[in-house]
């Protein structure tokens, strides 16, 4: 549905935006007047969608271009485009007013100041990655529900309203799993040896080319902390993180698939010992009061609370330990 390819708008997109001495007015055939859009007019009562994407370089801003009105070729509902202002050139954010009036879309430039507790990234295109997903919670409208991004040399050959409308059963995101179906860059998955091999186990390495945000759900779970605490985490090592912006995320979830089984561990060897301290207790009062029925219950009981409060309490092994010895 999606592919990094040239298109027939390129042309026009040189001529608009200025390329070998041209004018940056767009141009307009008798054809083309009285055209309002390339969009039915009755768009009102369709629902906004929200497109996120980043560019740095005359290159890819006439690609990204390209990838906006292929995007508006093939959708219906209104739209709205959202770019990082920190990496456009002067040129390119003086062009797409004229773009958005002539294709009938909204846009916004937004940006976000890189936090001082943040290890910093000195090579640009790295910095680009890091914009693409670590600051996804604070760079949008509160007003904003979702997002998808789509990089900018990507050709959309379908209507977005399609992405947009997908089911992401409660999780925050969705991002597009590795092809694993051309045996020719069988080579070049570095995902099926060394590190990522071990990490990821038979999880699918994904990709960043193309992703669809709950903003919603990602600022309510958390996860853009999450993302910034991996990154600060990584990237103390400058070797790693290659591919910054799909590693964070593929780091991320195998690392809360972690979490969680260790978590199942520790309770299921809680449970044991708590289990063993009832049993052991019990002889151990049997032992001691030798057949007295009464003062045995009591015992008994004193021994079972003791065990619940070693199984429940919210501290480390040694500490529980500490309390049954203390209590007994």
Same mark, same amino acid.
């Given at each position: 549905m999606f592919e990094a390819s040239s298109f027939g708008f390129f042309d026009a997109i040189k001529s608009m935006m200025g390329a070998g001495g041209a004018s940056t007015e767009p141009a307009q055939t008798e054809e083309d007047?009285? *055209?309002?859009?390339?969009?039915?007019?009755?768009?009102?009562?369709? /629902?906004?969608? %929200?497109?996120?994407?980043?560019?740095?370089? %005359?290159?890819y801003e006439k690609l990204l271009g390209i990838m906006i009105l292929s995007v508006r070729n093939q959708t219906k509902n209104p739209l709205h485009f959202w770019f990082i202002d920190n990496f456009l050139s002067p040129k390119f954010k003086a062009f797409v007013p004229l773009l958005a009036e002539r294709y009938n879309f909204n846009f916004d430039f937004v940006t976000y100041k890189w936090p001082s507790w943040l290890n910093p990234q000195s090579e640009k295109q790295r910095l680009?990655?890091?914009?693409?997903?670590?600051?996804?919670? =604070?760079?949008?409208? /509160?007003?904003?529900?979702?997002?998808?991004?789509?990089?900018?040399? /990507?050709?959309?050959?379908?209507?977005?309203?399609?992405?947009?409308?997908?089911?992401? *059963?409660g999780?925050?995101?969705a991002? #597009?799993?590795?092809?694993?179906?051309?045996?020719d860059t069988e080579g070049f998955?570095?995902?099926? /040896?060394?590190?990522?091999?071990?990490?990821?186990?038979?999880?699918?390495y994904h990709i960043s080319?193309?992703?669809?945000?709950?903003? #919603?759900?990602?600022?309510?779970?958390?996860?853009?902390?999450?993302?910034?605490?991996?990154?600060?985490?990584?990237?103390?090592?400058p070797n790693s993180l290659s591919n910054l912006e799909q590693?964070?995320?593929?780091?991320?979830?195998?690392?809360?698939?972690a979490v969680v089984a260790v978590v199942g561990v520790v309770v299921v060897v809680v449970v044991i010992v708590g289990v063993v301290v009832v049993i052991v207790g019990?002889?151990?009062?049997? #032992?001691?009061?030798?057949?007295?029925?009464?003062?045995?219950?009591?015992?008994? =009981?004193?021994?079972? #609370?003791?065990?619940?409060?070693? =199984?429940?309490?919210?501290?480390?092994?040694g500490q529980t330990l500490s309390l049954f010895v203390v209590v007994v």
């Open positions: 007047s009285g *055209k309002a859009s390339l969009v039915p007019a009755s768009t009102a009562e369709l /629902q906004t969608l %929200h497109i996120f994407s980043v560019a740095s370089g %005359h290159l680009i990655w890091a914009y693409k997903v670590l600051f996804l919670d =604070v760079l949008f409208p /509160q007003d904003v529900p979702k997002v998808i991004f789509i990089d900018a040399d /990507q050709v959309v050959r379908a209507d977005v309203r399609e992405l947009w409308d997908l089911d992401l *059963k999780k925050p995101y991002f #597009v799993p590795m092809g694993d179906t051309n045996p998955r570095f995902w099926k /040896q060394g590190y990522w091999k071990n990490h990821l186990g038979n999880m699918p080319a193309l992703y669809v945000v709950d903003l #919603v759900e990602f600022r309510r779970t958390g996860i853009g902390e999450s993302l910034r605490g991996v990154y600060n985490q990584l990237s103390r090592d590693d964070k995320p593929v780091v991320a979830v195998v690392a809360v698939v019990v002889v151990v009062v049997g #032992v001691v009061v030798g057949g007295d029925g009464g003062d045995s219950g009591v015992a008994v =009981v004193v021994v079972v #609370v003791v065990a619940v409060v070693v =199984v429940v309490a919210p501290t480390w092994s």
